[in-house]
């Protein structure tokens, strides 16, 4: 079966099966169906028989299944179990033969060899017209009792009426005899079979009455004329009823052992009908916890479709807040953008700090370059930054794609004087400087100003902490060894009035 057939399968079980655990029982079923033959060999002439019963034959249009097994026997300690299909027997296929000479191919060999595979189905079928069903295991065992019933199980004992066929050349004879049935028992039945013998082979045993041999009624023959018939012929076809005088020749020994056996049966047939119903209360019991199971699952699963939901309009309404503070802070971007205003794209350090913030008016050095130009000689670059740092050892190209990212060592002198805010669960959505405060290690380093995002601490990176976590990670940097490094993406100038405007 190729995948487009699978699919096709699978989507018609789905069709037309709603239940779930059927669906599974099914596909079980077809996965053992495809497995392997199994072979076992069972003898014959063990004293308790091969411990098995079947079902099935030509005649009744479906292959031969095992219905029964004898706990302890033969059949059960090698490994066969009911619902297993019969396929070959001493290498012979079975698919186009009737019951009887199923079991007239079993008898030809003392070692029995048997292929089987395993269905997990038992034929039901009371009569020649009634339509074949099929049953599962359980449901049989528990509604037949172990499936000692009709279509053909050869251990029954109820009047099975099968042929034989003997061949007597170059044999001493039968091997058996025969004797009159008394008068509330007419007919010739078969009295002994020595062990060993033609009748032996073929399956004949004591108690089996003979109705027919080469054609000719037994029903009305004496004892005189059925040897007769008996001893005309070297081959000879057979109808007997087995075991149908049996009770007529066992001893009181043997009919106490019957009795016995008979109840050690039903008792076996009581316990597998109790298992069976106990087997169908857990398959119940597990199909009920499976359906509350999925219900379960459905019912998590709207409720984190609806927290989902109440999540992205809760970020929704932060972020039309947030966009309606900064237009009332700020205005629009229309406003923003007009050519009324020239913004510096390079502010001195004088400029960032907050003391200015308060009024104090910056003073420029008519020498200073506001497009990117150098500081008086024998200042600094109001950036530190260490060269020969490549961002790319440590972030991902997607994490500083469009950033100028830097790496800044911080001599520890005092106090750091550095707030931030933000945080990865903020509307701004990353940890950017606040505010640098006058005379602290920040602010005398002159490499970070108000609007730098920082990206690492001390080689930590901090893209991703909240604002609580990334203050914690640069309180714990700031209180071990002598130097701090931080990792920032330079803020970009802006496109609106920052600290300095000139009209």
Known sequence: MDRKVAREFRHKVDFLIENDAEKDYLYDVLRMYHQKLKEVRLDRLHPEGLGLS?????????????????????????????????????????????????????????????????????????SPDEPLKW????????????????????????????????????????????????????????????PG???????????????????????????KEAVNVLKSSRSLTISIV????????????????????????RQELLMQ???????????????????????EIAQKAAEENERYRKEMEQIVEEEEKF????????????????????????????????????????????????????????EQDFRKYEEGFDPYSMFTPEQIVGKDVRLLRIKKEGALDLALEGGVDSPIG????????EGGAAERHGGIVKGDEVMAINGKIVTDYTLAEAEAALQKAWNQGDWIDLVIAVCPPKEYDDELTFF
């Open 54 to 126: 079947v079902r099935g034959g030509l005649e009744f249009g479906c292959g031969l299944f095992i219905s029964h097994l004898i706990k302890g026997g033969q059949a059960d300690s090698v490994g066969l179990q009911v619902g297993d299909e019969i396929v070959r027997i001493n290498g012979y296929s079975i698919s186009s033969c009737t019951h009887e000479e199923v079991i007239n191919l079993i008898r030809t060999k003392k070692t029995v060899s048997i292929k089987v595979r395993h269905i997990g189905l038992i034929p039901v079928k009371s």
């Open 135 to 194: 049953q599962y295991v359980d449901q049989f065992v528990s509604e037949s009792g172990g499936g000692r019933t009709s279509l053909g199980s050869p251990s029954s004992q109820e009047n099975k009426e099968k042929k034989v066929f003997i061949s007597l050349v170059g044999s001493r004879g039968l091997g058996c005899s025969i004797s009159s049935g008394p008068i509330q028992k007419p007919g010739i039945f078969i009295s002994h079979v020595k």
């Open 197 to 223: 013998s033609l009748s032996a082979e073929v399956g004949l045993e004591t108690g089996d009455q003979i109705v027919e041999v080469n054609g000719i009624d037994f029903s009305n023959l004496d004892h």
């Open 242 to 265: 087995a075991g149908a005088g049996r009770e007529l020749f066992m001893t009181d020994r043997e009919r106490l052992a019957e009795v016995r056996q008979r109840e050690l049966q």
């Open 273 to 295: 009908k109790r298992l069976a119903m106990e087997s169908n209360k857990i398959l119940q019991e597990q199909q009920e916890m499976e359906r509350q199971r999925k219900k």
């Open 323 to 378: 966009k309606k503070q900064w237009e009332e802070d700020w205005g629009s971007k229309e406003q923003l953008l007009s050519p009324k205003t020239i913004t510096a794209e390079v502010h001195p350090v004088t400029l960032r700090k907050p003391k200015y913030d308060l009024g104090v008016d910056p003073e420029f050095d008519p020498a200073d370059d506001l497009d990117g130009g150098t500081e008086k000689q024998g």
């Open 430 to 437: 990353k940890v950017v400087i606040s505010a640098v405060y």
